[in-house]
């Protein structure tokens, strides 16, 4: 099978596109030390592909109930800040290369991310790609976030194709199996490691960066 054969792709955004979750990761240590918990990187590491409510969940559990959420993310965004307009956010291997061919060969396609979209506009920018993705459908643009399948229908509506014609570019497990639900051709490109298994069961093909798509 070749990329003609679809009537569309789908991007995941952190962890795919962009190299932003090893930022978010020291951000979220460095607020949480800031207000009095020392936790292990490894707790961060887990959170990949998940919504802010499930991030929020987990936080709590870990935390207490009354962990202050709020003034967790008021001092984790500046955190994050801080350290993507010092060095900035790079862009992940292949990317660049994939949409080359996408556009050579007119098929369309999008980014569809758990993360709101103002968010992954702004990721987008700072990385200074923002004008390489003309759409871009965020967690706020659907009822349920990945892993449910709503955001790929969604994206499939706004492309005006079926979603079981897209093939689905996945970093992370919670969006591997997202895309498995929806029905679409799902890539799992891990950004962690060790690969998870049951993501790659999931998933119809799993490579180990863009370039090889």
């Keep these: 099978m070749n990329l003609r054969d679809f009537d569309a792709v789908i991007f995941d955004l952190d962890g795919l596109i962009l190299d932003t979750e090893p930022t978010y990761f020291i951000a979220w240590q460095k607020a949480a030390a800031q207000m009095g918990f020392d936790l292990p990187f490894e707790f961060f590491t887990h959170f990949s592909g998940l919504s802010y409510v ?34 900035g956010i790079a862009v992940k291997r292949g990317v660049l290369n994939v949409v080359a061919r996408l556009n050579a060969k007119k098929i369309p396609y999008c980014i569809a991310t758990n993360s709101p979209r103002v968010n992954a506009l702004e990721c987008l920018a700072l990385a200074k790609i923002d004008h390489v993705f003309p759409l871009v459908i965020g967690r706020d643009d659907v ?17 005006a194709v079926n979603i079981q014609s897209c093939v689905v570019l996945e970093d992370s497990p919670t969006g591997v199996q997202a895309a498995n639900r929806a029905g679409a051709f799902t890539v799992f490109v891990p950004s962690a490691f060790p690969v998870d298994l049951q993501a790659k069961a999931l998933a119809d093909l799993t490579l180990a960066h863009l370039d090889e798509l």
């Design 143 to 159: 009822i349920h976030g990945k892993p449910m399948p709503d955001i790929f229908f969604k994206a499939a509506e706004m492309l």
């Design 54 to 87: 499930e991030i929020r969940a987990h936080f709590q559990s870990q935390c207490g109930e009354d962990f202050d959420f709020d003034l967790f993310h008021v001092t984790s965004s500046q955190c994050w800040r801080d350290i993507v307009l010092h060095q």
